[in-house]
């Protein structure tokens, strides 16, 4: 994908890389939704066949495991987001701005995301040490809960890594525009 400056986003092999790790996630994102739309639908059914006499009963855990599949495919999600531009953005100025402007309004964003991306990733990483060391589980299944932040943090990273290669790619996107002001 390229931008109004012809900058393309996944130039590079770091650039590609990312894309195609967050392409990735994205899909085992989509996988962690499939699967709590499947687990619920089953233990809604469950719950159904429960009171109609049939023995069935709702899945045992599933709160647990929505929970925590919820959690995780949030952040398998949020690389692709960043690096497809997909945050939510507010552009009641934009147009005042002109090309330039936007530019470096996106540079700024970028970099603003980078610092909250970094700050997400150490206080995740304290969570999962705080949560292997103490050993916490789930109520019913005894699921250790670090491993939903240990799958989280494999986002979390990707996240951090899209958050630089936009901040590059929009310092390349000014640089441009910067080159052909002064042309």
């Known amino acids: 994908m390229s931008d109004a400056a012809g900058f393309d986003e996944g130039s590079g092999r770091l650039g590609r890389g990312v894309d195609a790790a967050a392409t990735l996630l994205a899909y085992a994102g989509g996988f962690c939704l499939v ?15 429960l ?18 599949a919820s959690g995780v ?4 999600f949020l690389p692709l987001c960043q690096l ?4 939510v953005t507010v552009d009641l100025f934009a147009g005042a701005l002109g090309r330039r ?7 700024a964003g970028n970099a603003l995301m980078t610092g909250a ?5 150490w206080r995740l990483l304290a969570g999962l040490q705080d949560k292997m060391r103490t050993g916490e ?4 299944l005894a ?3 670090w491993w939903g932040y240990a799958l989280s943090l494999v986002g979390a990273i990707v996240f951090l890594l899209a958050c630089l290669a936009t901040v590059r790619r929009s310092a390349h996107v000014c640089l441009i525009l910067l080159q052909k002001t002064r042309a």
């Open 84 to 87: 497809k531009r997909g945050h």
């Open 137 to 140: 589980e789930s109520f019913i």
């Open 35 to 49: 699967f709590i739309i499947v687990l619920t639908c089953v233990s809604i059914a469950g719950r159904a066949l």
């Open 51 to 68: 009171t109609l006499g049939f023995g069935f009963g709702p899945v045992p855990g599933d709160f647990e495991m929505v929970e925590i």
């Open 143 to 145: 699921i250790p809960v």
């Open 101 to 107: 402007g936007v530019a470096i309004t996106d540079l």
């Open 73 to 76: 495919a949030v952040f398998l």
């Open 117 to 121: 991306s970094a700050i997400i990733l």
